[in-house]
């Protein structure tokens, strides 16, 4: 890997399912082939919109190992290694170190949850076996196991090789900000969630990327190009287009997320293992108005429609 910083846009990647929901590695290499074409620095495979808490161990591994291979050496890859215990990250850090990835994200771990002594060991064994950085992932206690400011500054003084965070503690433009003022130079990088919701604020807080779900990275991708030249107005201005369908992926997650992939050519099925109700009449058509009215800004043809 490059020892340029992680910047810009890293691809949170779906993991598609075929409608008998085994992993759809066709579609997998469609997905990182547009995200590449859409401009992303880098793809994260089985973060928690790839379903993770879905899959096996093996079928992790394996997604790291495809995702590896779809993208060439062309840009990093990043594989989500958040265990239940600290035995377990570290065996899935070293599953994703064999198969070739580039970085390590993990949240601590989200079921039995460890006190700080217990989270820096964590963090130090991940760090102990990753084949690169690691990203810290700070997510909420819906899916995660949060830690506050004072909490993190520790973690990223004593663990040489913990270089990044994903801040998305509500509320995540104000995380955001108490992240990089604890920081400092003590992280080489901050990244936000959330689709992009808040990355305009985010960005002026300290933010240096963001890791969204993919179906519009192109605008994600111009959003943070124009920020990081200084065009707030342009990015705001584009950023003001994309925001209603990012209220509706915050509404219906991963099933809409999935929805828009296929309509636009970039995975063959919208199978979900995670439980999720099927779009609703009304929200199909809603996804159906909203992809009209952003269609001169989708630059980028999904692989599986151009083919």
Known sequence: MSTEPLRGILAILVTPFD???AFDEESHHAQVEFAIAAGASGVISTAV???FFTLSDRERRRIAKVTVAAASGRVPVIATVSGVSTAHAVELTRDAA???VDAVMAMPPYFAQLGAAGVEDYFRQIAAKAPGPVILQNASDFIGAPLRPEQLAPLFEQIEE?????EEVPPNPGSVGAAAAVLGERVRGIFGGHGGMYMVTE???????NMPAPEFLELTVAIDRLLRAGDEDGARAV?????????????????WTKQVLVRRGVIRSAATRMPSAALEREDALELERLLDGLADLLTTPG?????
């Open 303 to 307: 692989p599986l429609a151009a083919g």
């Open 203 to 209: 960005y002026r807080r300290g933010a240096t990327g």
């Open 98 to 100: 064999d198969v070739g």
């Open 162 to 166: 913990l270089d990044y965070l994903k």
């Open 239 to 255: 950023h003001a287009r994309l925001t209603p369908a990012l209220v509706w992926e915050r509404l219906l997650g991963v099933a």
């Open 49 to 51: 919109y790839g379903e």
């Open 19 to 21: 409608e008998a929901l």
